[in-house]
């Protein structure tokens, strides 16, 4: 055993891990088929910004257009079931909607049922479950969570399906983990193929890798909200995720953009009744002029946004309600570009 | 209710933790200015800041180590600055290969783990060694430092359990017990260990590819003379973090979500029985709540004074939006309060403008300090 380990040059590796990862091909300026047209789309963006909202009104517009689709949350936190005031869904596949279901990606779950593919032995099956140095050697080795989970995601977008009588998707949409961890997240793969040198976990890896770089096939969205931070770290993401991973990042969309609903002229004249009045009237000129205020830097924000990314950036807006809910997604799936 | 400069009193280590996006840098930065304004030498370790506020603390150059704030800076806010403000940005991997090179018994055995790919990647990419090495840096500079109070800006994890377990979770996988002895190559371990055990390895090195086993076998061995001293270590950081002299801050937003975790973590902090101080919440909208009983006739009150319905209509629609946001916030809140069983619940408004400057700064912290009486000013829009 040590022999095999011991050809692998260590040295060669040294510094970071970007030396051991084979440069993405990156197909830029080619024409990419749009976003729902896509057999996976990735949510992403830093957190609190509406990525699961997102990815729920992703999923009402591509089933509206007949496309059966797959919600996919990767955190068990199990956003997307709340969003539809469902009860937890777990490791199933389960119908919210017509043509849209959703599924929590358990890395455990993924595991297992990985392992049920690779082993056709039923005893080996049995044996390796019940051993527990196979779930500590699992729990062990940096990186293979998320790339079962990936590979799980895979999975459901294929149009033969691995698992047994797994329903056929037009449409898989991922809530990746937030910024940071996300792209460490979408680089697990190609990682992990530089890793495992040999074994089905190698070509599995690359296959994944493939799949995920795949401009025709696979797309991501940017989710940020219209404040200085969030459009900073949008900026630097979608770079990261076109030069580091190698994505196709397709769309931008700004959250919870504020309407414009007073004119310079009139807030002028709202300042002075704030100043003038009391009670009522002067709280709901101080609202008035918050509002103003925001709308006008929102949208100095919005233009930053479009200078520094190259991908098409859609605005979404803030939705004045006190929870958001499945209609407040279907409004949003609306307004999608 | 107490406030937040009454729960830090006699602190010297404030840990702030919420989940992604609630305002946990900014929070922290506040916390760390106001209390070296009021005359401590503080630290606030961050994780990630905007680009502008690291400008405006005058760090540009943020490294891994933690360097002293212009006092002149916060002055022109016109603050007297009566203490040291100092500021670092964690770089996890940096702070990870310096642990290394503490740990380790020569510099060979340092090399081995420096230049190990498994290392490689849980010093940068497994999730948890960020959350870990956070941990290791506060206890660095506690130790080390010579500040009065330190103050962490946690990582965003998604789950807040995962910050609590992370070095628990790290050493074991250092330690390694069980898998070092499977690994061994040749010696007793490999004859006492039963067959099933080595067809159970011999499955998984066929699925995850041999190398990967051996590159484990050789970290495993690389770390073995660490292993003792990394032991030693995390319980000291454990027993920091539990010290009555820390304190943990619950860091959150007014929407349902938020606040669910924030309940959520609250939970965790009690099981682990670490030191929990008190809740921060960020971006609450102030109801108006005296003002309600007028609100009916608002419009025609409005149209009257500016002289235009038009713009009275949209005037009272929008105060009508805010109000119903702040009704929400309000409940949520006094759900969180009543989940949390704590006194020590601050609510920073949703302010007009981004907050990502030392006057933004300055702003929060007149609410995060405000006495009781303050508050009650403030909530009230008189303030």
Redesign the interface.
């Known amino acids: ?2 022999s ?5 040059p ?2 060669g ?2 510094y ?2 970007s030396l ?1 990862l084979p440069p993405p091909e990156i197909a830029r300026n080619q024409p990419i088929p749009d976003l729902l047209d896509k057999r996976l789309v990735i949510v992403t963006g ?4 509406g990525k699961t909202t997102v990815a729920v009104a992703l999923g009402l517009r591509a089933a509206s257009e007949g496309k059966r689709t797959i919600v996919c949350e990767v ?3 199990e ?1 997307a079931s ?1 969003i539809f005031d469902h009860a937890s869904v777990g490791f199933h596949e389960v119908e919210m909607e017509e043509n849209l279901w959703s599924i929590s990606i358990d890395p455990d779950e993924s595991m297992r049922e990985y ?1 049920l593919l ?2 056709k032995v039923r005893a ?1 099956r049995d ?2 479950f ?5 779930n ?3 729990a ?5 969570k998320e790339l079962v989970t990936i590979g799980k995601i895979w999975e459901l977008a294929q149009l033969d399906r691995k698992v047994k009588s797994g329903r056929k998707y037009d449409l898989v949409i991922v809530d990746a ?2 910024t ?2 996300g792209v ?1 997240f979408l ?1 697990t793969p190609r ?1 992990f193929a530089a ?8 070509s599995q890896a690359e296959t994944l890798d493939r799949f995920i770089t795949d401009h025709e096939n696979t797309g991501t969205a940017i989710v940020a909200l219209p ?4 459009v ?1 770290e949008s900026m630097a993401l979608e770079k990261d995720l076109r030069d580091e991973v190698g994505v196709a990042v397709d769309r931008v969309y700004l959250n919870g953009l504020y309407p414009e ?2 004119k310079k002229g ?1 807030a002028e ?2 300042a002075q ?1 704030a100043e003038t ?1 009391n ?3 002067r ?9 103003f ?2 709308a006008k ?1 929102q949208r100095q924000q919005l233009s930053r946004l479009k200078k520094g990314v190259e991908a098409p950036v859609k605005t979404l807006p803030f939705l ?4 958001l809910d499945v209609a407040s997604a279907r409004k949003l799936a609306g307004k999608l570009g | 209710m107490a406030s937040l400069g009454e729960v830090l009193d006699g602190k010297s280590i404030c840990i702030c933790a919420g989940s992604g996006g609630v305002g946990k840098t900014t929070t922290s930065a506040a916390i760390a200015t106001g209390m070296a304004a009021q005359g401590l030498k503080v630290c606030v370790l961050t994780i990630d800041p905007a680009k502008r506020l690291a400008d405006s603390l005058g760090l540009d150059e943020l490294g891994n180590e933690a360097r002293r704030v212009d006092p002149a800076l916060i002055e022109e806010q016109g603050v007297e600055m009566k203490g040291e403000l100092w500021a670092m940005m964690l770089d996890a991997k940096a702070t990870f290969d310096e642990l290394i090179a503490r740990q380790a018994p020569d510099e060979e055995s340092r090399d081995r783990v420096l230049n190990n790919r498994i290392y490689q990647q849980i010093s940068s990419a497994l999730a948890g060694s960020q959350e870990y090495m956070a941990m290791e840096k506060l206890f660095e500079l506690h130790t080390e430092g010579g500040f009065d109070l330190l103050v962490l800006d946690t990582p965003p994890t998604r789950n807040a359990l995962d910050f609590l377990e992370a070095p628990k979770r790290l050493t074991q996988f250092i330690e390694g017990k069980s898998m070092r002895m499977f690994m061994k190559p040749t010696g007793l371990a490999a004859k006492v260990t039963g067959r099933g055990v080595s067809v159970a390895l011999g499955i998984f090195k066929k699925i995850v590819g041999f190398d990967l086993i051996a590159d484990l076998a050789e970290f495993f061995n690389a770390f073995s003379g660490m292993v003792d001293g990394f032991q030693a270590r995390a319980k000291r950081v454990n027993k920091l973090l539990a010290d009555p002299e820390t304190l943990f801050l619950v860091v959150c937003g007014p929407q349902g979500e938020p606040i669910d975790e924030a309940v959520y973590f609250h939970r965790k902090l009690v099981e682990a029985k670490l030191p929990f101080g008190g809740v921060i919440v960020n971006k609450v909208h102030y109801p108006a709540d005296e003002l309600q009983a007028e609100v009916d006739d608002l419009p025609a009150a409005l149209t009257e004074k500016l002289g235009d319905a038009n713009l009275a209509k949209r005037v009272a629609d929008n105060f009508a939006d805010y109000q119903a946001l702040a009704e929400r916030d309000a409940r949520n809140i006094d759900h969180l309060a009543g989940e949390l069983r704590t006194s020590c619940v601050i609510r920073v408004p949703y302010l007009d403008e981004d907050v990502h400057d030392l006057r933004g700064l300055m702003e929060i912290d007149r609410y995060l300090f405000a006495t009781a009486e303050e508050r009650v000013e403030m909530a009230a829009g008189r303030a």
Request: with cysteine; net charge positive.
């Open positions: 055993m040590a095999c380990g011991l050809e692998i260590l040295r590796y040294s970071g891990t051991f830093k957190g609190g910004v955190s068990s936190q956003n709340r392992v690779q082993l080996m044996m390796l019940r051993s527990r140095i196979f500590y050697l699992a062990a080795t940096p990186g293979l983990p937030a940071g961890h460490g680089q990682t890793i495992a040198r040999v074994g089905p976990i190698h404040e200085e931070m969030p900073n609903r007073f009139e004249a709202l009744l009045e009670g009522a009237s709280a709901a000129a101080r609202a008035a002029l918050s509002e205020g925001r830097s004045f309600e006190p929870e």
